[in-house]
């Protein structure tokens, strides 16, 4: 018995939602074969298109499979099959997508015995894995689909929110690596007060945005007073990449998840395309080469 599985790459924070807030794309992700198999444990059997360890303990899918398995009666085994479109250290949540494909099947080959909750759970035990942190802002909504929200951490809680029809994506990856790890150790463990007033107002209004499909309130709230500042300055053309988007039309735009990747939201196809090709303009003037999608929520 095996089962095909697409795992979708995701945006997290979305500007102002550090670690809270995520959306799944739908038209970009990994590919994943997971086999159900009388032999106990978790093997990875192949892994195409990255260089990334197959030991079950060094490979997200693996250690996220193992939480699984610990928790579950089930005595034999699974075999994985990884095939990545999405590249590591891109900012779209690679290791999310290969520990929640992982979980999600095993899942579904073994009559469902998991909530979408719990199995949100095992599969951070893989983010724990790829950047020392177990956070859920890439894993929630790979599993929910569209967007979500980490209302709480302690105990896990998670609020799915609904996707605008008419929202869509652009995310351009300048090939340089940023590893999550890394870009966590340089931010800052307090903020201020006045700084948080401005963070939570956009996040609600972002939220209320998504619920009401209020195009411009989502535009309005695609701020980050706090990780933006910070973390940009490792992203060459960062600045350029934000103005030129905005002119094209997007709503917003901000680092996708720990970066480097870009991304901007707008209303509708065209304007994301059009963004997707401003976007492109800077790199080709910076002589830095990149990959964009542009993609609608889901
Ligand atoms: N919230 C995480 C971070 C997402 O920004 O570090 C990493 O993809």
Redesign the pocket.
Known sequence: KNISVFCPA?I??ISCG??VL?VALESVGDEMIIRKVDQKGIRITKLTGQDLPIETHMNVAGVAGLALLAESDYEGGFEIEIHKKIKAGS?I?S??ASSTGAVWAMNELLGRPFSKLQLVKFAMEG?RLA?G?A?A??VAPALFGGFTLVRSYHPLDIVAIPSPPQLWATVIHPQIEIR?SD??KI?KTNITLADGIKQWGNLGGLVAGLFTEDYDLIGRSLIDHI?EPI?SILIPGFDKVKSVSLEAGALGCG????GPSIFAFSKGEETAKKVAGAMKEVYKKIGIDYDVHVSKVN
């Open positions: 995701t997290a924070n550090f670690d995520g900012g949540g290791s999310a983010e950047s942190v956070h802002d890439n999550t870009s966590r931010l990780v973390r680092i996708s998840g720990s």
